[in-house]
């Protein structure tokens, strides 16, 4: 358990600041890189993960690359986005193409 410290850290922390503390999910490997922790949450949870232009997400990161400096690794976060992509926009808009622009010129 004690190479899991930064995984345990980092999991600690994403519980704390979602609202759906039961789907977060972090999973570790090692590989010649360094270490990879992948962060899986809820799909409402990601705008709280993320933050304001990424803040969050960045001193998340921040965070554990200092966990793994102390312990001689190099350490590198990834969030995973949700099955399905990207939610629709909350205005709902959609790509129009030019004919579509043209006609509503037309009323």
Same mark, same amino acid.
């Given at each position: 358990? $004690?190479?899991?410290?930064?995984?345990?850290?980092?999991?600690?922390?994403?519980?704390?600041?979602?609202?759906?503390?039961?789907?977060?999910?972090?999973?570790?490997?090692?590989?010649?890189?360094?270490?990879?922790?992948?962060?899986?949450?809820?799909?409402?949870?990601?705008?709280?993960?993320?933050?304001?232009?990424?803040?969050?997400?960045? $001193?998340?990161?921040?965070? $554990?690359?200092?966990?793994?400096?102390?312990?001689?690794?190099?350490?590198?976060?990834?969030?995973?986005?949700?099955?399905?992509?990207?939610?629709?926009? $909350?205005?709902?808009?959609?790509?129009?193409?030019?004919?579509?622009?043209?006609?509503?010129?037309?009323?």
């Amino acid at each position: 358990m $004690a190479k899991d410290k930064d995984r345990d850290f980092v999991e600690f922390i994403v519980k704390e600041i979602v609202t759906e503390p039961n789907d977060v999910e972090v999973t570790r490997q090692v590989d010649e890189m360094g270490v990879l922790l992948s962060v899986k949450v809820n799909p409402k949870d990601m705008g709280l993960l993320i933050g304001r232009q990424g803040s969050t997400a960045k $001193a998340i990161r921040t965070l $554990a690359r200092i966990i793994g400096m102390r312990n001689n690794a190099r350490v590198n976060l990834r969030i995973e986005e949700p099955e399905g992509g990207r939610a629709p926009s $909350a205005s709902g808009n959609k790509t129009k193409n030019v004919e579509d622009v043209m006609g509503e010129l037309d009323m």
